[in-house]
């Protein structure tokens, strides 16, 4: 068990983190997710112990390593950059941490042939990082940090110095590995679906403070704000503003614009603006070739077709169709959109 | 920014601790030079006996001229060199790429001496020539000093050109050519622009490398008062040293060089964004004429810089007698005298560079780890004294040391320490800058990496990044080495009886007009030079040059 209460941390007299609290449970890989300048690294950086606390407390179980060195806490750590030994072999760069820690020597051996082995590197032990892939050092690296069986282990963004076919590769030995070990994981990534693929519970950051904190699945379903409803999958954000409150509940009707659309409140709602949540491909286009709304472009995509779509002369809206036929609509038509009722939103801000 | 648990960390004593240092031997020094110029003697504080004498004037005027010559004439040699080395491949070019070490393999004193030895009062040619019957000027002289000083500096001016053409960008030229120029008018309009700021600064360099020049100046400038010479002199006179004019004379160049580096930054600084880094043009391989032409032309520049070093081989096996050198007979003689009657020179050489080595590679590591990658409150202020030294002459910096650590709480005069002190103050800027460029280029995350599988900061610096510092750490021990053993003009100020290095003996050898036996001094000076050169560049395959 992680736990953060009430979390500060500057770099130099700026704060970037304020008041954060978290707990992640024993064997989670918990991803922090965000733009970059969110302050996921530095969160990752305080937990590693790379930066001072400025004050609040973490927690490795009932310890409080809030003051307690980087090299004291038993972490493993994976980088963006690999950060091998350049001078060192494969075999060395793993066996470092054990060494580090006076394991004897044929243990070692062991050990490390056994986690090479792992992640498919058991024929290259005397080969220097230059003489190896990028995906092939990640995996080094990987490594390296399970071999030590880290209390916690910290990944900064390790996949996105590799091309996309490699990326995905080695994102299934991170999550064959760790799930395998069960080994408590901070993932700190700026791409949803890496975040959506890997994790069991997603922290997604905003300017120093977690905006929100679930499963993948609800983080998706569930966005609390327009924030990760946009950075999470992306979604038509659409403006309204509400004459009465809005208690919480299913199948609201409210207008958005000339249309009367019935969605979810997963929260109550004051008067003033709020803006309705709806991914594309949960609104349809409907049988009705009198509709307010007009076809402006359509891009064919395969297995689903993307229509842009204007409502009035303001709104405009993301729709995805798949199905049969996804591709039936030209551009100019009138069509009438209907929103899946249970996933189209409505929240505060 | 690794590691920064607490303000008061191990690094941040580290830094305090090293700038103690500096303020000992470096910034103390400086301001008793500063300060006692400014102190009176009959009445008159130095800056005023300065500027009412001609004789000091003088000197100031004759450096300031015999530093633009000399950079004019670097500037022509070194420019038309780098352009053809850079675009042309022609008969004999290979030659060209070992230029650069020719200013590190011969020590200014040798070159001076040896280009006596050929053109001096008794020189080889001067007595060939005066036999069919023409009289050259004499060497000693503006003549003699920026001949030797040119041959010396061009060099710096080559390579600063060659590093700015070959980043420029070649396509540029070929878009202005399509715009309807001729190609010569192009390279004027399009290529001169860019690269000058390279050239002018390596020619600002050139310039303060002339202007605090003792060896040569020294040596061959005895009817050209210079700054360099008469603050020595000032020192050295035998009404026992004038502190107050010596502190003023060095103030002087302590101003001239600041003022002239400044401007060199400056342009620096401009020219970092001017210059269009793409790929280099291909050079054309020329033939016939314009090929032999070049061939002949770039093989007499790398002849004349390469004869000091045929020249001491020959004297120091030739047969003298006296300031008298018989040419064409060869003896042993004068190496047995040096190895068997007085090797002092030489184990005190390879004693106090060694230790200076030692000590300046361990300061510089520190230091520019320190500067790149533990920024702290303190660091912007080492990085600054650490370049200090680059606005010092060892003229000043040894005068500095004399004065400061001559009486009071720590005496060093008449110590072999004090010789090591200045070894390390003047070699600083050139460790610490080369050191700090391999670890710009190293990710901080190497060294994370280590503490985070548990190894604690000082340890993990030893363990991952100084195994990878090493290779440049060896190169600039090796430069530091082969500058030091050479270095004559602060040595030649703090030295005491019995603690003469090779530079020494060798400057006064030549003073006593002992030519064969300064050659065979120079011959083991440069054999100390060039054996770990050699050595690390074809068994260890150290790039010397990676990091200029």
């Known amino acids: 068990m992680i736990e953060i209460e009430e979390l500060a941390v500057a770099y130099g007299r700026t704060r970037v983190i304020e008041d954060l609290s978290l707990s992640i449970g024993n064997g989670q890989f918990f991803t922090l997710l965000g ?29 409080d390593v809030s003051r307690t060195p980087a090299h004291q806490r038993d972490i493993g750590m994976v980088f963006q950059d690999y950060a091998l030994f350049p001078d060192k072999t ?22 490390v042939g056994e986690h090479l082995e792992r992640v498919g590197l058991a024929a290259f032990p005397d080969r220097r990082p230059a003489e190896l892939s990028g995906g092939q050092r990640q995996r080094v690296a990987l490594a390296r940090a399970l071999v030590i069986r880290p209390t916690l282990l910290l990944m900064d963004e390790p996949l996105s110095n590799l091309d996309a076919k490699l990326r995905v590769q080695v994102r299934e030995t991170i999550s064959d590995l760790q799930r395998e070990a069960g080994i408590t994981t901070v993932f700190v990534t700026h791409d949803q679906e890496e975040a959506l693929a890997m994790s069991d519970m997603i922290g997604l950051m905003k300017l120093g403070k977690l905006e929100q904190v679930g499963a993948p699945v609800d983080i998706y379903r569930w966005p609390v704000s327009t924030y990760v409803a946009d950075f999470v999958g992306g ?44 991914r594309p491909e949960d609104i349809a286009i409907g049988p009705s070739q009198s509709g307010s709304a007009r076809i402006m472009s359509r891009q064919y995509l395969g297995d689903l077709t993307l229509y842009k779509v204007t409502l009035g002369d303001s709104l405009s809206i993301s729709v995805a169709q798949h199905g049969p036929a996804h591709d039936r609509h030209a551009v100019g038509e009138q069509v009438s959109l209907v929103f899946d009722v249970e996933k189209t939103l409505v929240v505060a801000q | 920014m690794t590691g920064t648990r607490t303000r008061f960390d191990i690094w941040f004593w580290l830094t305090a601790a090293l700038l103690v240092a500096l303020a000992v031997f470096l910034l103390y020094p400086i301001l008793t030079v500063l300060s006692t110029s400014f102190m009176r003697k009959d009445g008159a504080s130095g800056w005023a006996i300065f500027f009412s004498d001609p004789k000091y004037l003088a000197a100031l005027v004759n450096t300031i001229l015999l530093g633009l010559a000399v950079t004019l004439f670097s500037a022509l040699i070194g420019v038309p060199l780098a352009y053809v080395a850079a675009r042309y491949t022609f008969p004999g070019k290979a030659l060209i790429a070992i230029l650069p070490l020719t200013t590190l393999v011969v020590p200014e004193v040798i070159a001076a001496q040896t280009w006596l030895m050929m053109l001096g009062n008794n020189g080889l040619i001067t007595r060939w020539l005066a036999d069919v019957g023409i009289a050259l000027p004499s060497f000693y002289g503006w003549f003699g000093l920026t001949t030797v000083m040119t041959f010396i500096y061009y060099t710096y001016v080559y390579i600063g050109t060659l590093a ?38 390596s020619c600002l360099l050139v310039f303060t490398l002339v202007a605090g020049n003792f060896a040569v100046a020294t040596i061959l400038g005895h009817r050209v008062p210079l700054l360099s010479v008469m603050t020595y002199q000032t020192f050295v006179s035998e009404t026992g040293g004038d502190p107050v004019m010596q502190s003023t004379l060095a103030s002087v160049s302590i101003g001239l060089v600041a003022a002239v580096l400044f401007l060199q930054r400056r342009i620096v600084a401009r020219g970092r964004h001017e210059i269009v880094m793409g790929r280099g043009v291909k050079p054309t391989a020329l033939r016939g004429l314009a090929a032999a032409g070049l061939a002949l032309a770039a093989a007499l520049v790398v002849i004349v ?10 004297g120091a096996f030739t047969f003298a007698r006296g300031p008298v050198m018989q040419w064409g007979r060869w003896t042993t003689l004068n190496m047995e005298r040096v190895f068997l009657n007085s090797p002092d020179p030489i184990i005190n050489t390879l004693i106090f560079a060694g230790a200076a080595t030692l000590l300046s590679i361990i300061v510089s590591t520190l230091a520019s780890y320190l500067i790149v990658k533990k920024r702290n409150a303190l660091t912007p202020l080492l990085d600054y004294l650490a370049m200090l030294p680059l606005a010092l002459s060892g003229t000043v910096i040894g005068i500095g040391l004399v004065m400061a650590f001559n009486t009071g709480w720590l005496i060093l005069t008449g110590t072999g320490l004090i010789i090591v002190v200045a070894y390390v103050v003047r070699r600083l800027p050139f460790g610490v800058r080369n050191a700090s460029a391999t670890l710009y280029n190293m990710p901080n995350s190497i060294e994370e990496a280590s503490i985070s599988l548990g190894v604690p900061p000082v340890q993990s610096f030893f363990k991952v990044v100084m195994p990878v510092m090493l290779p440049s750490i060896i190169a600039a021990a090796i430069l530091v080495w082969t500058t030091t053993v050479a270095e004559l003009s602060a040595s030649i100020v703090v030295y005491s009886g019995g603690r003469e290095t ?27 030079i060039l054996i770990p050169i050699v050595l690390a560049t074809t068994i260890f395959k150290i790039d010397l040059f990676a990091s200029k």
Do not use: H
Not at chain 1, 90 to 111: C, H, W
Not at chain 1, 254 to 276: D, E
Not at chain 2, 507 to 518: E, V
């Open chain 1, 35 to 63: 733009p970059s300048g969110c302050g996921k690294t530095t969160l990752l950086r305080a937990l590693a112990g790379f930066l001072p606390v400025v004050s609040g407390r973490i927690l490795f179980g009932e310890k």
């Open chain 1, 90 to 111: 494969v075999f060395d760069n793993v066996a470092y941490g054990l060494r580090a820690r006076r394991v004897p020597e044929d243990s070692v051996k062991v050990r």
């Open chain 1, 235 to 278: 979604a038509n954000i659409l403006p309204v503003d509400l004459v009465d409150p809005l208690d919480e509940g299913t199948a609201k009707s409210l207008s958005l614009g000339s249309l009367r659309i019935t969605a979810t409140v997963p929260r109550p709602l004051a008067p003033g603006r709020a803006f309705v949540i709806a």
């Open chain 2, 164 to 201: 700015a053409i070959r980043g420029f960008d070649g396509q540029l030229e070929e878009a202005a050519q399509g715009l309807g120029t001729t190609p010569m008018l192009s390279r004027w309009k399009v290529m001169v622009p860019v690269i000058l700021p390279a050239v002018l600064a």
């Open chain 2, 305 to 314: 810089s390469l004869l000091p070093l045929v020249t001491v081989m020959a």
């Open chain 2, 502 to 528: 090779m530079p020494i003996q060798i400057y006064r050898l030549i003073d006593s007009n002992l030519m064969a036996q300064a050659s065979a001094y120079g011959l083991v000076l440069v054999a100390t």
